[in-house]
């Protein structure tokens, strides 16, 4: 699977809007992006996930660059319970079944 | 229930002794993960089950794991004769067939000491 490469770790005022950039400039076809975060003494916990489209849901949205070779998080507003570890993860459906995490980005929320 | 459970919540283990791990994924989740979480570090996939079919061991990191899923819902992860390596967090997660988000429990920790 392809890698990817994130910032250890980054920090974020409370209310603002928080970008967590990724790198995958070996990117597949057919991989697709995926976000998990994972909150302390927790399991990961799916975020979102797209193609090659912008994606939006009620946590998160995130922007596809066009030639896919980068992705960026946006959380609109931070919250205290935003502090977690944030995962980009590639995922080939054609050949995976499996995601492969690397460690990711620290968020830290500054009230 | 609602989430995917898994217990022990917490496990010490003396060096040598045989742990399992237990996994209750989602009801009707077909698909069925198990990773392992060293300190500091992301999750590594172990391995992966569709029903009761482990369709992909290569992460299992000696012939001392193994897992199975015999009824294709509750799933064990067994470790023999643990050593200090085996120390970590042990991750199940499920989906539904050909979802593309997995739920994870909480995990169990083993410390083998």
């Known amino acids: 699977d392809a890698k990817t490469t994130q910032p250890n770790s980054m920090e974020s005022n409370e209310e603002e809007p928080v970008h967590l950039p990724c790198n995958h400039s070996?990117?597949?076809?057919?991989?697709?992006i995926h976000w998990y975060r994972q909150l302390p003494s927790q399991g990961p916990e799916y975020v979102i996930h797209?193609?090659?489209s912008n994606v939006n849901n009620r946590m998160a949205s995130l922007a596809i660059a066009e030639d896919r070779k980068s992705s960026t998080l946006i959380l609109h507003r931070a919250t205290l319970r935003d502090a977690a570890v944030y995962y980009c993860?590639?995922?080939?459906?054609?050949?995976?079944?499996?995601?492969?995490f690397g460690t990711g980005t620290s968020l830290t929320v500054i009230p | 229930g609602a989430g995917v459970s898994q217990s022990p919540r917490y496990k010490v283990a003396k060096r040598g002794q045989d742990v399992a791990l237990r996994c209750d994924p989602i009801?009707?989740?077909?698909?069925l993960f198990w990773y392992q979480q060293a300190l500091g570090q992301g999750p590594e996939f172990l391995t992966y089950?569709?029903?009761?079919?482990?369709?992909?061991k290569s992460g299992l990191p000696s012939d001392r794991f193994f897992a199975e899923r015999p009824e294709g819902s509750v799933s064990t992860l067994k470790i023999q004769r643990t050593q200090q390596e085996d120390s970590a967090v042990y991750l199940c997660?499920?989906?539904?067939?050909?979802?593309?988000?997995?739920?994870f429990g909480s995990g169990t920790r083993l410390t083998v000491v």
């Open positions: 070996t990117i597949s076809g057919t991989d697709y």
């Open positions: 009801s009707g989740h077909v698909s």
């Open positions: 993860i590639l995922r080939d459906y054609e050949t995976g079944n499996q995601f492969y």
């Open positions: 997660a499920s989906s539904r067939q050909g979802e593309s988000g997995y739920t």
């Open positions: 797209g193609l090659t």
């Open positions: 089950f569709q029903n009761e079919a482990q369709l992909d």
